[in-house]
């Protein structure tokens, strides 16, 4: 090749690769509303969410919300200044403690209000929100936040919302971080009365109001996310099945549209199959107080704590797709069992900060393949989680940036299920691992958690030196290389693209038979009784593999 023409393709190379560092960077500036919404301010820290009763009336006439929330909450710390998140263009229009009203004051998605009753360390106490507007519209749930106000097939509204990044102030006040949950909620809506609504927990009641409107009372027993929290109004349909699980009889409704209802019926079995499997993998189910519910919704699909959402099309695969291209992907309704998946990851063990989200999402992408692992075998799985690191970037690492509700990398779904397949083999005691994952869900029930405590969690299971295996793989964007060549007949070896703590022990097949290598950043040597010839790193493990250099000797 002639040397300019040489340069000049360098020259381009190192162009393209600016280009996609910096389309892939961090973003590093965050707003003073970016740190309101993500930190735990002063305004915040000093009181614990105990309970919530939000009441709204849905219009669709004219796409408004009207409503009120009574927080209650228990005094941390004796401090006079409160914060409240509710986003524009909804507003408060008034918050009063014992009927006496307070004064607040706005500034963006945050409203300071200041209590004049003594806020003494123990009490509870309560604040009622009146609020109203026309909350942001979602164009494409559940992508973007905000309230979808569609029409089914025969043009009955079907209304609802979808919040999550964006955070429930979007439709409604409270405290929206995800670090404070209530330990219980009872969601009150009021809607045309020839429509049903269908939000989280159990039905309460169901009130005619006389005037066309009527009023459901959903109560959750639980402590509940607050981009869980959610509405989906329609003209549905249901039926109630029981499931025989691990904790008792779990109640399990489906609602559905009225002409979906045979399809449904049909297709929804696949639920108890992710109930068995789930069950099987992460313990009792977490909700049983509140039952489960699969919910038709005019988008793919979310979380929503007993209420997930459907609107996959009653198809396996996601939208139809095999995500993972291994054939696998075709055997299943991924909406239905990643979306419930989340019933553990995120549901029950919540992420205390949003950059602490992989723990939702690595955790239940990586249940998809224990679901395909336990019905059709370990090697099915296998196939299942590999196929998925086509999706896997490395862009940018997968803990995002706390304090400002900014989640890692869409790695955190494919490289962080990909990590913990890793680590599975690692630990290579599928019993133990099982066990692991159990411990999870049992020892961090119903709380919210940070990456810190999980690392942890999972050095102390596992017994394993983990630190620099997390730093790489979360904080990194690097695949770890296992560096090698045979060199008259002896392996020689080293770990090449990592963090300086980086250990980990590595399934190798060298001719044709297993061994544990434990490389270091610096060459280590193999000899066996005969001569090496064939060396391959075990297909399992997230890592490269080079041979340095191919010697004839
Ligand atoms: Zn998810």
Redesign the pocket.
């Known amino acids: 090749m002639h040397k300019t023409i040489r340069i000049k393709i360098q020259l381009l190379i190192l162009l393209l690769t600016l280009i996609t560092f910096s389309a892939a960077a961090q973003k590093t500036t965050f707003t003073r509303q970016d740190t309101l919404r993500g930190s735990i301010t002063p305004e915040r820290e000093w009181w614990d969410l105990t309970y919530y009763h939000l009441s709204v009336k849905v219009n669709p006439e004219d796409s408004s919300f009207t409503g009120s929330n009574l927080v209650q909450y228990r005094v941390l710390q004796a401090k006079q200044l409160m914060q409240i998140d509710l986003q524009p263009p909804m507003k408060i229009s008034k918050i009063t403690q014992n009927g006496e009203e307070l004064v607040v004051e706005n500034d963006g998605n945050v409203w300071y209000v200041s209590l004049k009753k003594n806020q003494n360390v123990g009490d509870v106490n309560e604040l009622f929100i009146e609020y109203s507007g026309k909350p942001k519209v979602s164009r494409r749930p559940p992508w973007d936040g905000g309230v979808s106000w569609r029409k089914d097939e025969n043009g009955n509204p079907f209304v609802v919302t979808t919040v999550q990044g964006d955070g429930g102030s979007l439709w409604w006040p409270g405290k929206d971080h995800p670090y404070d949950e209530p330990d219980s909620m009872l969601i009150s809506v009021t809607f045309p009365d020839h429509l049903m609504d269908v939000s989280n927990g159990r039905l309460r009641s169901l009130e005619d109001n006389g005037d066309g409107t009527k009023t459901t009372n959903w109560f959750v027993n639980n402590p509940i996310n607050n981009y869980g929290v959610n509405i989906n109004i329609g003209n549905y349909v249901h039926w109630h099945e029981i499931y025989k699980g691990e904790k008792g009889k779990l109640d399990c409704d489906f609602w559905v549209l009225d002409y979906n209802l045979e399809k449904a019926k049909k297709h929804f079995k696949q639920a108890k199959m992710m109930l068995e499997a789930f069950e099987h993998w992460f313990g009792p189910y977490p909700f049983y107080e509140d039952g489960y519910k699969l919910v038709e919704v005019p988008y793919p699909g979310m ?1 929503h704590q007993s209420s997930v959402t459907y609107g996959n099309g009653y198809r396996n695969g996601y939208g139809g797709r095999d995500i993972s291209y291994s054939g696998w992907g075709e055997k299943f309704d991924f909406i239905i069992i ?2 419930s998946g ?1 019933e553990w990851f ?1 549901n029950n063990i919540t992420n205390f900060d949003e950059a602490d989200m992989w723990i ?2 690595s955790f ?2 990586y249940s998809e393949n224990l679901f395909v692992e336990y019905f059709w075998g370990k090697e099915a799985g296998g196939e299942y989680i590999r196929g998925s690191r086509l999706g896997i970037n490395n862009d940018r690492p997968i803990v995002g940036i706390h304090g400002v509700n900014y989640p890692g990398s869409g790695d955190m ?1 494919p490289k962080g299920a990909n990590m913990l397949h890793t680590l599975r083999q690692m630990v290579d005691d599928d019993e133990k691992w099982r066990s692991i994952l159990r411990g999870m869900n049992k020892d961090f029930y119903h709380q919210t958690v940070k990456t810190t405590q999980i690392e942890a969690y999972l050095i102390e299971k596992t017994g394993l030196p983990l630190e620099g295996f997390f730093k790489q793989y979360l904080y990194d964007t690097r695949i770890p290389i296992f560096e090698y060549a045979i060199v008259d007949g002896v392996l020689r070896y080293r770990w090449g693209n990592v963090v300086p703590e980086f250990k980990m022990r590595t399934k190798v097949h060298i001719n044709n038979e297993v061994h544990w290598l434990e490389p270091s950043r610096r060459w280590k040597e193999l000899e066996l009784d005969r001569k090496i010839n064939n060396v391959e790193v075990d297909k399992d493990f997230y890592i490269a593999s080079f041979e340095v250099a191919k010697l004839k000797k």
């Open positions: 979380e990643h979306e989340h995120a939702h999402e239940t992408n779904y």
